[in-house]
């Protein structure tokens, strides 16, 4: 997917918002710079034996942010550009999401660089266990527990809490979420992002006022986030007309049919070429005609270069970072309502918390107590977050930072400096 200019890197763009927010703030200066550092950066580098026999070195990050409020909680992506600068940004953004809603957690945030269509399910696997392996003395249920990202899926977990559970000589499910339910993973955990895109959206439009079915929505990525929040919304009566993978976007004023959509990416393996639709590229989909526009692919894709272009009253940010400080400002002054990341997909970490708890005490929940205790959770953080902005006049991206900030902020201060 084409990716706008990056007018500051994830880390940077994090680091300008936490200072925005802490000089709204009476906190200590001595706890703004603890609260601004990672606790631990972990660089390693993996030899793995290619199937052709080869020998081949990968980098590999973890970077611990915080553990503050508890055990650190963050995903494993496998990408060309991963790169240590965005696992610091992406982990510190995991500390304030988790604290955002409330759930014990700190923020974390690995990687290996590779490119994973060039490499085989062994490929991946090998380079999965070692990667394990060589960060092993810092992952765990009580100090850091990963969970699936950017070109990882349950199978990586399943892989990842196997080779954990191999060194600790008995099988520890809580070290890891995001698993298969065979192996521990929690019912709705699946489709929580999405899910979660779906209910904060909805207190949105109550907000101002608007009705599902008169709703027209644009979605940006058709991975695990974009297309179960195209499925949920569509089921709940939202009319989908865009949606846009890697391979380009679509498009259909009157609403495509999803149901229809997911058996055309079943067969064709992308979005593209959908009968009944007009083709586009998947930056063009952004400024398409909408309501709420559901960036849930990568980072950095609303710039000022297009900010000004984007017709959509919401901007709803499944993906990490979609939105660059620049394009904020625009957005701002143009009047959109942004739910920013750590509020709106922060659905996923909460039910990751939901199956740790489940795996820790060996009882599990059906599917209709996920989505209840999901609602609540983010429905109650939706509120906070929209009433502290009006509150404190400042956005809703800042107002969802301040209060994670002086949460986690509290937390430490209540425990104290070790010394």
């Known amino acids: 997917m084409e990716v706008g200019e990056k007018e500051l890197s994830v880390y940077e763009a994090m680091a300008a918002r936490f200072d925005t927010a802490v000089r709204m703030l009476n906190i200590d200066p001595g ?3 603890y609260l601004r550092t990672t606790e631990r950066e972990i660089i390693v580098h993996i030899p793995v034996q290619l199937d052709s026999g080869k020998l081949e070195m990968f980098d590999g990050f973890r970077v611990q942010h915080s553990t503050g409020r508890g055990p650190c909680k963050g995903g494993v992506r496998f990408s060309p550009v991963v790169t240590l600068d965005e696992m610091r940004g992406l982990a510190a953004e995991m500390t304030w999401k988790c604290a955002l809603v409330d759930i014990p957690f ?4 690995g990687g290996v660089v590779c490119d994973p269509k060039k490499l085989s399910q062994s490929e991946l696997e090998r380079i999965t266990r070692r990667y394990t392996a060589e ?35 008995h099988t520890v499910t809580a070290c890891v979420t995001g698993k298969p339910l065979d192996l521990g993973g929690s019912r709705g955990h699946r489709e929580a992002t999405g899910r979660g895109c779906m209910l904060v959206c909805d207190e949105a439009l109550k907000r101002l006022g608007r009705e599902r079915g008169a709703t027209r929505v644009v ?7 974009g297309s179960n929040a195209a499925r949920l919304m569509h089921e709940a009566g939202y009319q989908i007309t865009g949606v846009a993978d890697t391979q380009g976007g679509i498009f259909n004023a009157r609403g495509l049919d999803i149901p229809r959509l997911f058996d055309h990416v079943r067969d064709a393996g992308t979005v593209k070429g959908f009968p009944g639709s007009e083709g586009m590229t998947s930056q063009d989909i952004l400024e398409q005609d909408c309501e709420v526009l559901l960036p849930a692919a990568v980072e950095n894709v609303i710039t000022q270069h297009n900010a000004g272009r984007i017709r959509a009253r919401i901007v709803l940010e499944g993906a990490d970072a979609p939105t660059t400080p620049a394009a904020d400002a625009i957005l701002m002054d143009r009047g959109v309502f942004i739910i920013p990341d750590i509020l709106a997909n922060a ?29 609540r959770i983010m429905v109650t953080a939706f509120h906070a977050v929209i009433d502290y902005a009006a509150k404190k006049q400042v956005s809703h991206r800042i107002a969802a930072y301040m209060l994670a900030i002086d949460r986690a902020a509290f937390s430490i201060k209540l425990r104290g400096i070790y010394a």
């Open 31 to 33: 706890l703004v710079k």
């Open 106 to 109: 700190g923020g974390a945030m």
């Open 135 to 169: 960060i092993l003395d810092f992952l765990g249920p009580d100090r850091d527990v990963p969970e699936a990202d950017l070109n990882t899926d349950e199978q990586t977990m399943a892989w990842i809490m196997d080779t954990y559970s191999m060194h600790a000589r």
């Open 219 to 225: 979605i940006q990525g058709f991975g695990n986030v």
């Open 347 to 375: 659905g996923g970490v909460t039910v990751s918390y939901f199956e740790w708890v489940q795996d820790r005490q060996g009882y599990f929940w059906p599917e209709s107590m996920v989505h209840e205790r999901q609602q």
